[in-house]
């Protein structure tokens, strides 16, 4: 017997929870919304019937169902409570889907057995169901996250709701028939279709232990592969002669040899009856056949939630057989539509333990394409050996150093001849630092150092011994500035004739062209043309279309503090400048490009002319802990201490001891032409 509860509405969260539950269904199938009750029955009556279809029926999934709100109670005079014909037929078409709602009043809530889950591991009554009070609608939904199955219907059809529209969307739920060897008139297999199995390799027994029967139809003898589970006969499929295949309408989608799986712990899933019979004579018999064959290719979509996921039905209607296995074999056919099938099949299974298997070359072009072929060219040996050399099916981000072989080859071999890094061009630093593709530099110094003529020098060095080229977002300078500094670098003369180049010849007027073809050949820029900051997202947007458009391989940044650096409210500086900086790494690893970051230090109180420490950059010590490089440029301004054109290059980190370590170079400055040089 149902309880009823018999308490007066009372308080806010009555209303409340009136209005979450009616808001989500058509109010004007429910008038009154204010009778609701949730308390669910403890003895609902639910019997299991199988899944049915109704012309009016709505279902969809719904994340964020609002669980039931507790001690909210009914109130309807038993005197109100009349079977009118309409709740009849709602009754009716709520049964024939598997909600068991033959006690079910109109205006109350209840809790049942949801028939799409069966209530999970622990059976419970998930499924709430509401009636309204004039008894010509329904709606339900569970609230167990992992099911969510909701829907709603009406007593009579020709209704105008939004059901048909839905309906559209939702699966038709097929009136299961049951059948037998009998109805189907399923015969034992003539000689002539045992002499088509043995062909194929497939022994008698085999057949036999698999009830490979067949059928006439339509003039024609066909295979009839039989569908159990725990021996009943659920489904049939035929095949044709030309490779026709059909299956027995109205009957429950389920793998081909359920039995054959019930309590393993390693699991053959193949893709066609044939190679499921194909296992059994390698001396597998742990193996299913999906019943529908391979779809065309991967779905783009999210995971459909089970009600929905039509296509693969039969997984959900077997889940109790493969959710125990530990190990499950995916072995579909070898071409598209049979590797689509096997990511299909482990995104709903588990990736964690599906493993996929390698079918063997036939020739140089060419591989066996699934079970049969290898039992029928290769023997059951070679098929039993395939399935033993099955390799984990590979799990995006879970990687192992295998994967990566070709490339630890490649490194040990300098096939691109960049893995030891590529000379700055002074040999000073060469046991010092080189540059690796995809590293991140930061270089600091206090103001004037020359950090900014150093890179400058340090990247034409680079364009002219590798080739490289560079993308530049360098905010300080000016075009027309940056533009003659790299020239007198690059032609190694002055610009100008006057004041720092009046001794020396000036770069003549061809030269000037032939520089200015290189600048544009070398060097892209990355500009603010109004007067915003650029953001450092904005800055990797740019260097990532110079990379893909024009394969430069640095970026120089030049520098930080010229850049927006608006942080979210939430983030103190150090949280921001770990997230900017792990950024411009990736952007650099993603790419093989090489950043060149400056960061100036802070304001030094008593500054003793000495180097500053990469710590005292302003800002974050980030700068020191996620970089791959980090360079104090320094130069002498003291007479007494030696000469002036001395500029001290302090290599503070490498990450990378292939390409350099922690030490200090001495290179000699030129005034003239910018250029840095080894000392003599
Ligand atoms: N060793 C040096 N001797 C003399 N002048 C130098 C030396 N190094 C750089 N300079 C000069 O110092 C000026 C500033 O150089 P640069 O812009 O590279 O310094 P910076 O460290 O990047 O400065 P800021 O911190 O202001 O960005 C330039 O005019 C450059 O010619």
Redesign the pocket.
């Known amino acids: 017997m149902l309880l009823r509860h018999r308490k007066p509405l009372r308080g806010p969260l009555v209303v409340m929870a009136s209005k979450l539950l009616i808001s989500s269904f058509n109010t004007s199938t429910f008038s009154n919304p204010k009778f609701i009750s949730s308390r669910f029955p403890s003895n609902s009556y639910h019997p299991q019937l199988p899944l049915k279809s109704s012309s009016d029926l709505s279902f969809s999934t719904h994340a964020s169902i609002p669980r039931p709100v507790p001690e909210v109670y009914l109130e309807i005079p038993d005197d109100k409570i009349v079977d009118t014909l309409q709740l009849k037929q709602l009754r009716l078409k709520l049964e024939e889907i598997g909600i068991a709602c033959r006690l079910c009043q109109p205006g109350q809530k209840y809790g049942l057995l949801c028939p799409m889950c069966k209530g999970g591991d622990s059976g419970e009554k998930s499924l709430s169901l509401l009636i309204a009070e004039d008894g010509n609608a329904a709606l339900w939904n569970c609230f167990r996250a992992k099911c969510g199955w909701r829907g709603n219907t009406r007593a009579s059809a020709d209704v105008k709701s939004s059901y048909n529209r839905m309906n559209k969307v939702t699966p038709k739920v097929k009136n299961i028939r049951e059948i037998t060897v009998r109805d189907l008139k399923l015969e034992p297999l003539c000689l002539e279709l045992r002499g088509y199995f043995a062909e194929r390799m497939i022994s008698e027994e085999t057949l036999r232990r698999n009830s490979v029967m067949q059928r006439q139809y339509e003039n024609q003898t066909v295979i009839a592969f039989t569908y159990k589970r725990k021996g009943e006969l659920i489904s049939c499929k035929y095949r044709g002669l030309e490779k026709k295949f059909w299956q027995e309408s109205d009957t429950e989608k389920i793998l081909y040899g359920l039995d054959d799986i019930e309590g393993a712990s390693d699991v053959i899933i193949v893709e066609g009856e044939m190679d499921k019979l194909a296992m059994e004579e390698a001396g597998f018999r742990n193996c299913v056949s999906v019943p529908d064959g391979a779809p065309p290719q991967v779905s783009s979509r999210d995971l459909p939630s089970q009600d929905k996921d039509i296509k693969y039905q039969y997984l959900w209607n077997c889940k109790e057989y493969l959710e125990k296995a530990s190990r499950i074999i995916l072995a579909t056919d070898g071409d598209q539509p049979g590797q689509a099938l096997a990511e299909e099949l482990s995104r709903r299974l588990g990736r964690e333990r599906c493993w996929r298997v390698k079918w063997p070359s036939k020739n140089e072009n060419e591989h066996f394409k699934d079970a049969n072929e290898v039992l029928m060219f290769m023997g059951p040996a070679a098929l039993r050996e395939v399935i033993e050399s099955a390799e984990l099916y590979p799990i995006k981000g879970l990687l192992n150093f295998r994967d990566y072989y070709s490339e630890i080859d490649a490194y040990y071999h300098q096939t691109f001849g960049t893995e030891l890094g590529v000379s700055t061009g002074w040999k000073s630093l060469d046991d010092l630092y080189n540059i690796v593709p995809g590293e991140l530099t930061v270089v600091t ?12 020098a340090l990247i034409c060095n680079l364009n002219q011994s590798v080739g490289w080229k560079f993308a530049l977002c360098s905010m ?1 300078n000016n075009v027309r500035e940056h533009g003659r500094k790299l020239l007198e670098k690059h032609l190694k003369k002055p610009f100008f004739d006057v004041r720092y180049g009046k001794h020396v010849e000036r770069m003549s007027l061809e030269e000037l062209e032939v520089g200015k073809q290189w600048l544009s050949d070398t060097f892209h820029l990355i500009r603010c043309e109004n007067d915003c900051l650029p953001s450092v997202k904005w800055v990797l947007d740019l260097a990532k279309a110079a990379v893909l458009r024009y394969g430069v391989n640095g970026l120089v940044i ?2 930080y503090n010229e850049l927006d650096h608006q942080r979210p409210p939430n983030h103190t500086e150090t949280e921001y400048v770990s997230r900017m900086l792990t950024s411009i790494k990736r952007f650099a690893q993603h790419h093989s490009c090489h950043v060149w970051f ?1 960061a ?1 230090p802070r304001q030094l109180q008593q500054w003793d002319g000495k180097p500053p420490n990469l710590y005292d950059i302003s800002g974050s010590a980030h700068f020191i802990n996620k970089c791959d490089n980090g360079i104090v ?1 320094h ?2 301004r003291d007479p007494e201490a030696g000469p ?4 001290q290059v302090c290599v503070r980190k490498v990450r990378n001891k292939v390409s350099g370590t922690i030490g200090d170079a001495f290179l000699q ?1 030129n ?1 003239i032409t ?1 250029e840095y040089m080894d000392i003599k």
Do not use: A, F, M, T
């Not at 110094?445 to 400058?456: A, Q, R, T």
């Open positions: 110094g206090v103001p004037n150092s020359g950090k900014s003529e150093w890179i400058d300080e030049d520098p400056v100036h440029i130069r002498n002036l054109d001395q500029v400055y005034r910018g």
